[in-house]
């Protein structure tokens, strides 16, 4: 492997992403070798105020290294202070904080990267109305501060790297992890089209649907969501009704696949509606788990045997309440995203790792005992 790197490499996690920060450092020197004894880690000291305003501080340079900043925006794990009270940080807090950082380095490293698997504002995209536009703002606002790059997961829309074209931007799907924790965790689970259908839960994850049904030669059936135009309800026009296309599902287990799990509504809906229609099993593969308005409901969907098991990853975080349960199953992606910053360190295209159909192939293989991965 080429020893040959871009520049000093150094890996900043952003606060509430210590845990996962500190399993991409240990890949990353069991890869490089144990005669590196010190850490990739560099440790931002994000202050706050009495009245709420922060500063962040580094105690260290980072004159001509190459930096990469990970950054969970949706951490209401991670709490300040302000006027004596304690308040759960918002994706705003959080996005504040990233810039501070930024900020702190004042443009002494070689280049910047900032790894945010959910992308910030990534539901505020496009405009219909007099609406703000944040996540283009946003990506304008990293450009402006001396950042290069932007490696994100999953992204809600893949045109809004239009917002930016002049940095790199690349979208990391996480399909091989998804396929190798399902099979790893439900072990009777038979992946060929007469035993497993692949529902997308509506028009707009058609894409994400396909692919994986192409790669495992799976049946596709999706949901499309009838809403009323005349009503707003939490900025959202609300859903009528789920309505499905598709071929029978009657004595097959589903995978639903998804970007973002919110309230976790419309996968009950869609569940319960493959249920009616006699579906088996009811999995669910989402990125991000958000999970924002409680567990309760899908704890008695799962008690009632509507649900089976729910797979997200570990990019965003996940409460200790969620951690608990019977129903979810993590999926772990620290291995991968060290892997792309030990490349990207190295000055080398990353491209074979956004495209995992040889990896999911391979693993289908291994699996059904035709061939080794």
Same mark, same amino acid.
């Given at each position: 492997m080429d020893n040959t790197f871009y520049g000093e490499l150094s890996v900043i996690g952003m606060p509430g992403c210590e845990t996962f920060v500190e399993e991409v450092d240990q890949y990353l020197h069991q890869w490089r070798g144990s005669r590196l004894s010190t850490s990739f880690i560099v440790t931002p000291d994000c202050k706050r105020f009495g009245n709420g305003e922060g500063k962040a501080v580094l105690h260290e340079s980072l004159r001509g290294h190459d930096v990469y900043i990970i950054s969970d925006m949706y951490n209401y794990g991670v709490k300040f202070k302000m006027y004596g009270q304690e308040y759960p940080m918002s +994706?705003? &807090?959080? =996005?504040?904080?990233?810039?501070?950082?930024i900020n702190?380095?004042?443009?002494?490293?070689?280049?910047?990267?900032?790894?945010?698997?959910?992308?910030?504002?990534?539901?505020? &995209?496009?405009?219909?109305?007099r609406e703000s536009?944040?996540?283009?703002?946003?990506?304008?606002?990293? /450009?402006?501060?001396?950042?290069?790059n932007i490696v994100t997961f999953d992204v809600h829309n893949i045109g809004i790297q239009?917002?930016?074209?002049?940095?790199?931007? &690349?979208?990391?799907?996480?399909?091989?992890?998804?396929?190798?924790?399902?099979?790893?965790?439900?072990?009777?689970?038979?992946?060929?089209?007469?035993?497993?259908?692949?529902?997308? +839960?509506? /028009?707009?994850?058609?894409?994400?649907?396909?692919?994986?049904?192409?790669?495992?030669?799976?049946?596709?059936?999706?949901?499309?969501?009838?809403?009323?135009?005349?009503?707003?309800v939490n900025g959202k026009n609300p859903i009528i009704a789920h309505e499905y296309l598709g071929r029978s599902v009657k004595g097959k287990d589903v995978i639903i696949v998804d970007d973002i799990i919110s309230s976790g509504q419309s996968i009950l809906d869609v569940a319960s509606s493959l249920k009616e229609r006699g579906a088996n099993r009811i999995f669910a593969f989402a990125t =991000?788990?958000?999970?924002?308005?409680?567990?309760?409901?899908?704890?008695?969907?799962?008690?009632?045997?509507?649900?089976?098991?729910?797979?997200?990853?570990?990019?965003?975080?996940?409460? +200790?309440?969620?951690?608990?349960?019977?129903?979810?199953? /993590?999926? &772990?992606?620290?291995?991968?995203?060290? @892997?792309?910053?030990?490349?990207?360190?190295?000055? /080398?295209?990353?491209?074979?790792? @956004?495209? +995992?159909?040889?990896?999911?192939?391979?693993?289908?293989?291994?699996?059904?005992?035709?061939?080794e991965s």
């Open positions: +994706p705003d &807090d959080h =996005f504040a904080d990233l810039k501070r950082v702190a380095i004042a443009g002494k490293a070689r280049r910047i990267t900032v790894i945010m698997p959910m992308l910030y504002e990534s539901r505020q &995209d496009k405009r219909h109305v536009l944040d996540c283009a703002v946003a990506l304008q606002e990293l /450009e402006n501060m001396g950042v290069t239009n917002a930016v074209p002049l940095i790199g931007f &690349d979208n990391v799907q996480c399909a091989y992890q998804m396929i190798k924790a399902l099979i790893n965790r439900v072990h009777d689970i038979q992946l060929d089209k007469d035993h497993v259908m692949m529902i997308s +839960p509506d /028009e707009g994850g058609m894409n994400r649907c396909m692919y994986y049904s192409s790669l495992l030669s799976l049946d596709l059936g999706m949901f499309y969501k009838r809403r009323d135009y005349t009503t707003v =991000f788990g958000l999970f924002n308005e409680g567990l309760a409901a899908i704890d008695k969907a799962y008690a009632d045997g509507l649900i089976t098991k729910i797979f997200t990853t570990n990019l965003i975080y996940r409460s +200790p309440e969620l951690l608990k349960r019977e129903w979810y199953a /993590e999926v &772990d992606l620290g291995k991968y995203v060290a @892997l792309i910053i030990d490349t990207l360190n190295r000055d /080398e295209t990353i491209s074979h790792l @956004l495209k +995992p159909a040889e990896r999911i192939k391979a693993l289908l293989a291994k699996v059904q005992g035709t061939g």
